[in-house]
T-cell receptor, first 113, second 113 residues
């Protein structure tokens, strides 16, 4: 079955630094990828998404990179702020018409002031 | 508040009791999803509705679980004869047909004692 995993359970960065959160997926049929941010006690919050026909997409302070060859995607956060502290999940969806997202186990980002 | 609304936010129940959760999606969102999240893990897909039709069900959705969306608006998730392993955060999300990202509610945290 499909699995989506994250390399590091916890990432600690200094305020103002750039953060990079990595994610690997195993299902070649995945054609859509999405990053969510989840703060304690809250539901996941959409950050940015990317389709498999792209390799890079930028948002406000965030960039997602997709490498389909090695089935890897990353989330880059520029000028990390204390408010960015949260757990970040990558998720993927198959190109089979199914709507279900498969989530990874999450990376906790801790921003040190 | 125009976001996804879930009630109750917290539920403590005794093992063997039935519980029901409600989800009110974002207005005009015709797709609705239920996920379950245990501590330290990413959300796991349970089921998906398009309007009132339940189109996908995960193998995680045992016979004790039932979800409905009778009028294509709000949805309910019922768990019968709860077990301690049912303790988790139950998340609801909604999206528009043709849109990619799903928006999550704050979740209902279930504790079975």
């Amino acid at each position: 079955g499909e699995s989506v995993g994250l390399h590091l359970p916890t990432l600690s960065v200094q305020e103002g630094d750039n953060s990079i959160i990595n994610c690997a997926y195993s299902n070649s049929a995945s054609d859509y990828f999405i990053w969510y941010k989840q703060e304690s006690g809250k539901g996941p919050q959409f950050i940015i998404d990317i389709r498999s026909n792209m390799d890079k997409r930028q948002g406000q302070r965030v960039t997602v990179l997709l490498n389909k060859t090695v089935k890897h995607l990353s989330l880059q956060i520029a000028a990390t702020q204390p408010g960015d502290s949260a757990v970040y999940f990558c998720a993927s969806r198959e190109d089979t018409g199914r709507r279900a997202l498969t989530f990874g186990s999450g990376t906790r980002l801790q921003v040190q002031p | 508040d125009t976001g996804v609304s879930q009630n109750p936010r917290h539920k403590i129940t005794k093992r063997g009791q039935n519980v029901t959760f409600r989800c009110d999606p974002i207005s005009e969102h015709n797709r609705l999803y239920w996920y379950r999240q245990t501590l330290g893990q990413g959300p796991e897909f349970l089921t998906y509705f398009q309007n009132e039709a339940q189109l996908e069900k995960s193998r995680l959705l045992s016979d004790r679980f039932s979800a409905e969306r009778p009028k294509g608006s709000f949805s309910t998730l019922e768990i019968q004869r709860t077990e301690q392993g049912d303790s988790a955060m139950y998340l609801c999300a909604s999206s528009l047909t043709g849109a990619t990202e799903a928006f999550f509610g704050q979740g209902t945290r279930l504790t079975v004692v």
